[in-house]
């Protein structure tokens, strides 16, 4: 209870309180509890699983070294692509978050539901064509509508990177997806339903042709397909260490015996001539060192295989 002392006028109005029935003596003044309450959007939705994510997020970085190589190699000069984030809303969201032109190419994504979305900037679009034709590459100031054999090249330029992408996703399942349709206008590309949930992973490109933005889009729904998958294709631990040692026993290792050391003048070293003789720190009777990668590994006497030399193994360091 608190030690406060009532005021006269307090104590009156109390009292007042009580007489008029507004305050019960011996009542217990229950406190209220406050729901906390969250909103929902429904035009912004979240049901993709943050688990899910996580593990999108690790093949898009996957994704962005793979379309930076892709893109250098078309137009011959460094492009580096960077994962600036992945968002999830409706694609009526996605198609008003356009504001300047930009190049729209339609997914095929079979065997899975529905139809993606690959847009890139038409300015980056405009300087890649330049350069891949044999121009400067440099970024026009006016941007302008392609071509239809501006068009053309930049779809051949795309589904070569929509390749490259499809490549990071063989851990988790097979997939051979593929441009259908290229547009300037995106609203005419009828890509999805306007309260279709998809997820958009954005990129952003750089380097001698400038700076653009390359958004891939799904439909939430394909992808919880894919990456569900990934559960599936789950190794065991017994498997994986398995995978390890088959991946280790093929990796190429240089092997050097060394016959044995020692220590010589620069003077010495420049006059040795043919037929000098090199005197070692090594007794004949003592065993051979065997390098893996110049660290110590086995030591041995030397000999003859058929027609070669051989060092049979002693001991092991």
Known sequence: MSDAILSNEEVDALLNAIESGQVLVGEQVEQKVVKKIQHYDFRRPDRFPREQKRQLQKISENMAVNMGLTFSQYVRTTVDVELIAIEEFS??????SFTDLVCASVVDLTPYRGNGCLTLDVGFCLAMVDRG?????????????????????????????????????????EIDWQIVKTDMDLRSLQVAHNTESMIAINFAISGELGTGTLIFC???????????????????????????????????LSINTILG???????????????DVVSLDNKITDNLSMEIDE????????????KKLAMKIASVS
């Open 295 to 306: 660290t110590p590994k086995f030591y041995g006497t030397p000999g003859i295989s058929g």
């Open 218 to 252: 799904l439909p939430v729904a394909s992808l919880e397909a894919v990456m569900g998958k990934i559960t599936e294709a789950t190794l065991d631990r017994e498997a994986e260490i398995a995978v390890i040692k088959k991946v280790l026993y093929q990796i190429p």
């Open 91 to 96: 694609y009526e969201l996605f198609m008003n």
């Open 261 to 275: 050391t020692t220590h010589l003048s620069f003077s010495e070293l420049i006059n040795l001539k043919v037929g």
């Open 133 to 173: 034709l044999g121009g400067p590459g440099k970024a026009q100031q006016k941007l302008r509508p392609l071509t239809i054999i501006e068009e053309s090249v930049v779809s051949q330029v795309l589904s070569n990177v929509l390749h490259s992408m499809c490549l990071c996703w063989n851990d988790v399942a």
